[in-house]
Nanobody
Framework: QVQLVESGGGSVQAGGSLRLSCVAS??????????MGWFRHAPGKEREGVAT???????SSADSVKGRFTISKDNAKRTLYLQMSSLKPEDTGMYYC?????????????????????WGQGTQVTVSS
């Protein structure tokens, strides 16, 4: 079994920054081969993809966060990060990390909530204007 635990959320003013972390534990065999992503869920909206990273380190980001958010993965620490800057009130929501172990070489990590096998419990981000 795999456990994902997010941290780093909080309340900030618009223009501020936060760094989210997601630590994996349990059956983390060949963590380097995992595809992972960050998703968020705002009240009244569906869960949406924020950024993803594949096993080779290729990243993709939603248009709404391009140039402001950066996803990265430290395989040695079994940790996924999301560096968020220039935060806006519309970035408010619960942020979840997701993982798909055994991602194929060259396989693209999509922003599809149904594609990932494991999810964390989430960390709340609140941005005030």
């Amino acid at each position: 079994q795999v456990q994902l635990v997010e941290s780093g959320g909080g309340s900030v003013q618009a223009g501020g920054s936060l760094r989210l972390s997601c630590v994996a534990s349990g059956y983390t065999y060949i963590y380097s081969s995992w595809c992972m992503g960050w998703f968020r869920h705002a009240p009244g909206k569906e869960r949406e993809g924020v950024a993803t990273i594949d096993r080779s380190g290729r990243t993709s980001s939603a248009d709404s966060v391009k140039g402001r958010f950066t996803i990265s993965k430290d395989n040695a620490k079994r940790t996924l990060y999301l560096q968020m800057s220039s935060l806006k009130p519309e970035d408010t929501g619960m942020y979840y990390c997701a993982a798909r172990p055994g991602c194929g070489a060259g396989e693209y990590a999509p922003m599809d909530v149904h594609w990932y096998n494991y999810w964390g419990q989430g960390t709340q981000v609140t941005v005030s204007s």
